[in-house]
T-cell receptor, first 114, second 111 residues
Framework: GENVEQHPSTLSVQEGDSAVIKCTYS??????FPWYKQELGKRPQLIID?????GEKKDQRIAVTLNKTAKHFSLHITETQPEDSAVYFC?????????????FGRGTSLIVHP | KAGVTQTPRYLIKTRGQQVTLSCSPI?????VSWYQQTPGQGLQFLFE???????NKGNFPGRFSGRQFSNSRSEMNVSTLELGDSALYLC??????????FGPGTRLTVL
């Protein structure tokens, strides 16, 4: 089955710095890669996703890059703010036609110091 | 639209008992997935239901089961509870290839 490794497990940055979280996956059949943000005591929320036919996607201060050959994808957050502090999960998923079988990374706790 | 709702929010059971959790998806969403979240194992996929049929299944024992009703509401059942089943159980709904939305979760404690 799929295996997703996520690094680092904890990331501490100063407000305004950039943060990068990296994930690797094992199954070349995976074709959908979402990133979720989970604040303490709250539900996970999708912040950005990318499909295997795209190499990069941006949404304001957040970007995701995908390298299918190397089987890794990364989340980039620029100009970090204290409200970005949360646990971030990556996932790799295979499926088609809306079917979704995700495998998650273990999460990265991002701490943004004011 | 109302978000995904789950009941109950908190549950305490003892070993050997069984439990049923309920999830109401966003109106119009036909896919409902269930996840287990624990500090040790992280977030793990249990199963996905679509139009009353189990479409995908994760790597969990047969004690974990689920079903979906014609109105897309879903229930999951855990029989013969073990201490290790203590977790936050999340459901999520989506329609087609669109974004998946999570519910608030049910916190299950097994004593």
């Amino acid at each position: 089955g799929e295996n997703v490794e996520q690094h680092p497990s904890t990331l501490s940055v100063q407000e305004g710095d950039s943060a990068v979280i990296k994930c690797t996956y094992s199954d070349s059949a995976s074709n959908y890669f979402p990133w979720y943000k989970q604040e303490l005591g709250k539900r996970p929320q999708l912040i950005i996703d990318i499909r295997s036919n795209v190499g990069e996607k941006k949404d304001q201060r957040i970007a995701v890059t995908l390298n299918k050959t190397a089987k890794h994808f990364s989340l980039h957050i620029t100009e970090t703010q204290p409200e970005d502090s949360a646990v971030y999960f990556c996932a790799a998923s295979e499926g088609s036609g809306g079917s979704y079988i995700p495998t998650f990374g273990r999460g990265t706790s991002l701490i943004v110091h004011p | 639209k109302a978000g995904v709702t789950q009941t109950p929010r908190y549950l305490i059971k003892t070993r050997g008992q069984q439990v049923t959790l309920s999830c109401s998806p966003i109106s119009g969403h036909r896919s409902v997935s269930w996840y287990q979240q624990t500090p040790g194992q992280g977030l793990q996929f249990l199963f996905e239901y679509f139009s009353e049929t189990q479409r995908n299944k994760g790597n969990f024992p047969g004690r974990f089961s689920g079903r979906q009703f014609s109105n897309s509401r879903s229930e999951m059942n855990v029989s013969t509870l073990e201490l290790g089943d203590s977790a936050l159980y999340l459901c999520a709904s989506k329609e087609g290839k669109n974004e998946q939305f999570f519910g608030p979760g049910t916190r299950l404690t097994v004593l």
